[in-house]
């Protein structure tokens, strides 16, 4: 079943006992709200597999083999298409694009401006802060005339706000059928650390079975007695959000 932003707040909502959510207080509304993006960071941990991935179409121009993809974006999925439908070679390597003419068109000179044939991805910090990256995505050769290129890519979360409740309220971007069995119990795990939970602590351990299933789902937790929650207590830190820190 697919779960909206809205169903997922009402959810934990009631968790912390409050069945009214329009009139919940402004400290766990925003607890809530925080939950959710911290469980789609650790889906994100998980892979591609756990994480919707979105079409990014990116123009090509003439002469230039390097572009900065918007910072929203995270990873690059294979393939990689021109918009006629051609696939890219995906290098591995810096050292395999900057030999690409010798290694790969037997020449040594540098590589003429044609269709693109191959393209690396490189990540870069910017600006932004200690843990921002940047990504670039280099093609070669460098095009002789505008083009398309087609990307799969996985962008970084949703920092979903109070707006994201009204209306239409958006879907996480995770495949439908992890929903209920994966994003929703880790939502409810994570509401658990809010104080206003102690009220319902009776459902705590139907609430921590429910995660460590979906950890185990997504390859994130040890499943031998006596290590789950080491390792889930550990993944929650790593994936709260900084707005929450």
Known sequence: MSLTIRDLYN???????????????????????????????????AGEDFYAREE???GL????DAYDLPERVQQILEPARLAGGR?????????????FGS???????????????????????DDAGADATQIKLHVTPAPAESDQIMLNVINDPPLYTAADLCGN????????????SILQPIVRMNVTTCDLYARNRAGFPMIEQGYLKALTLLGLADPRPGNPDTVSNELKAQAQPKAAQ
């Open 169 to 180: 309220s958006p879907t996480p971007p995770v495949p439908h059928k992890y929903h209920e």
């Open 11 to 45: 959810d934990g909502m009631a968790l912390l006992g409050i069945y009214n959510p329009d009139y919940a207080p402004q400290t766990a509304r925003d607890h809530v709200l925080n939950d959710i993006t911290a469980a789609l960071q650790i889906m994100q941990l």
């Open 87 to 99: 696939s890219l070679m995906g290098l591995r390597t810096r050292s395999e694009l900057d030999n």
């Open 61 to 64: 121009l003439p002469g230039i």
């Open 56 to 58: 990014l179409e990116l």
């Open 103 to 125: 290694v790969f068109l037997g020449s040594y000179d540098q590589i003429p401006n044609g269709s693109p044939l191959a393209y690396f991805v490189e990540t870069l910090r």
